[in-house]
Every structure is written in C-alpha cells, then in structure tokens.
Nanobody, 121 residues
Framework: QVQLVESGGGLVQPGGSLRLSCVAS????????MGWYRQAPGKQRELVVT???????NYADSVKGRFTISRDSAKNTLYLQMNSLKPEDTAVYYC???????????????WGQGTQVTVSS
C-alpha cells in the first residue's frame, strides 16, 4: 500500500502563490500516476492535475497556465505550485496515487488527508 501526506496549505491573498507538497511512503514503486484533486464546500471533488510515470500531465482548464505539477522521485514527493490564485481556488486539496499492487495482484487508489487552501483578502 501507499500512504500520502500533504502539506503547504494556508491562507493567501488573491494573486498570491502557494506550493503544496505530498510525501508518499510504502510501496511507491507500484505507483503509475499521481495527481491533485480539490473539493470546495458543497461541491464534488474535482481533478486539478494528474502526472503519469511517463510524465504526461492533464490539467483542468481552470488552472492551466497558473498551476504546475512536479515530482521529485528521489524524495518520493509530489508538488503543486499554485500561482495567481483566485478566490474560486479555495478548497481542500487532496493528493492521489494510483497503481498496481503486485502483492495483492490488484489495482489501488490512495488518498491523502487533504490540506486546506483559502484564497481571500
């Protein structure tokens, strides 16, 4: 299994920046893709961006040009650099990992506990 722990959320003014981090532990070699999702109050969880092991990215239209995903494999850490933040970016941000467990011979999906991002003046 894979465990994920996010950090880096907080309160920021519109136009500001934040960088989220997600540290993965456990069977990290079984991960095929990672990503960030977010959930605003009263709304469904939505995709922000995903990154495959082949370095293919898929950004939500709402964050293209403002957010950047990256991964430091040596540190088993996923990052989300968020620039030009808007009030509508306010949400709990979740780290996600998907892969295949050879031990269980089955696919898995792991989620972190989430980190709150609030964009407000």
């Amino acid at each position: 299994q894979v465990q994920l722990v996010e950090s880096g959320g907080g309160l920021v003014q519109p136009g500001g920046s934040l960088r989220l981090s997600c540290v993965a532990s456990g069977s990290t070699s079984s991960i095929n893709a990672m990503g960030w999702y977010r959930q605003a109050p009263g709304k469904q969880r939505e995709l922000v961006v995903t990154l495959t092991s082949g370095f293919t990215t898929n950004y939500a239209d709402s964050v293209k040009g403002r957010f950047t995903i990256s991964r430091d494999s040596a540190k088993n850490t996923l990052y989300l650099q968020m620039n030009s933040l808007k009030p509508e970016d306010t949400a709990v941000y979740y780290c996600n990992a998907v892969g295949f467990s050879k031990a269980a011979y089955s696919p898995f999906t792991s989620w972190g506990q989430g980190t709150q991002v609030t964009v407000s003046s």
